[in-house]
């Protein structure tokens, strides 16, 4: 069965550090994997995808995700952080046998601190 | 609790036939948001309502869309006059209030349309 797991319910970071927001996963098949973001009063943003090849996906608002298969994981990663980016931030993986089914992540609420 | 229950699970339709989504949120939920999902893309924001009320709209095309919440029952998303283009996976996401109140949202598992 497929399934997304974000194992930090909320990440606090300085502005200005690295930020890493975690993600891992269970599909059949090779995975399509996705981020977004979900600014207050907004519906999501898609940020970033892995389908196929580099495994790292370099996205918008200088946000890149790392796809490890041995580790099975997709973890959303910016060089120096800033405050606008505190939101929420859900990971999503599809399979590619199965159909279109995307499971989505719980979500990770970011603060960023000035 | 049910999570987000979208029916029918996968739904085909001929070329100017109507098409309905449902999406019955959450218990206790009164936020519901419509996404759009074409293959090997990721999610398009559609529509944003509220109770009996559409608080965004900027992501639905012009024409033949349209999406309600009413007071009772579930969220429907309509697509009058289908096109091949509309073939898509839908997504129904719902919260208990909006994102300032430090909600998160929960999504359903969608709703497959094809357009033949």
């Known amino acids: 069965a497929q399934s997304v797991a974000q194992p930090e319910d909320q990440v606090n970071v300085a502005e200005g550090n690295p930020l890493t927001v975690k993600c891992t996963y269970s599909?059949?098949?090779?995975?399509?994997l996705f981020w977004y973001v979900q600014y207050p009063n907004r519906g999501l943003q898609f940020l970033l995808k892995?389908?196929?090849?580099?495994?790292l996906v370099k996205g918008s608002y200088g946000f890149e995700a790392e796809f490890n298969k041995s580790q099975t994981s997709f973890h959303l990663k910016k060089p120096s952080a800033l405050v606008s980016d505190s939101a929420l931030y859900f990971c999503?993986?599809?399979?590619?046998?199965?159909?279109?089914?995307?499971?989505f992540g719980a979500g990770t609420r970011l603060f960023v601190k000035a | 609790n049910a999570g987000v229950m979208q029916n029918p699970r996968h739904l085909v339709r001929r070329r100017g036939q109507e098409a309905r989504l449902r999406c019955s949120p959450m218990?206790?939920?009164?936020?519901v948001y419509w996404y759009r999902q074409l293959p090997e893309e990721g999610l398009k924001f559609m529509v944003y309502?509220?109770?009996?009320?559409?608080?965004?709209e900027s992501g639905m095309p012009k024409e033949r869309f349209s999406a309600e919440f009413p007071k009772e029952g579930p969220s429907i998303l309509r697509i009058q006059q289908v096109v091949r283009g509309d073939s898509a996976a839908y997504f129904c996401?719902?919260?208990?209030?909006?994102?300032?109140?430090?909600?998160?949202?929960?999504f359903g598992q969608g709703t497959r349309l094809t357009v033949v």
């Open positions: 996401a719902s919260s208990p209030n909006s994102q300032t109140g430090g909600s998160k949202a929960f």
């Open positions: 599909v059949s098949g090779n995975p399509y």
């Open positions: 892995y389908i196929t090849g580099d495994n």
């Open positions: 999503a993986v599809r399979g590619t046998t199965g159909g279109f089914k995307t499971i």
């Open positions: 218990k206790g939920h009164s936020h």
């Open positions: 309502l509220q109770k009996e009320n559409i608080i965004d």
